[in-house]
């Protein structure tokens, strides 16, 4: 499976959209998951720790 999740600015849509990411890869390890956002929000710090 193929996914981008688009979350930006706060921890309000970017935690969400990583659960969701996590639970794609735990159904399916193969999943290629994309997050689009912001240079300046939180996802800068928050998607790259969540090793998705």
Request: hydrophobic content about 40%; proline content about 4%.
């Amino acid at each position: 499976m193929r996914a981008i999740i688009a979350a930006a600015g706060t921890g309000g849509h970017i935690n969400p959209g990583i659960a969701i990411a996590n639970k794609i890869k735990e159904n399916d390890k193969n999943s290629e998951i994309i997050f689009v956002g912001t240079n300046r929000g939180l996802e800068n710090d928050l998607v790259p720790r969540s090793r998705i």
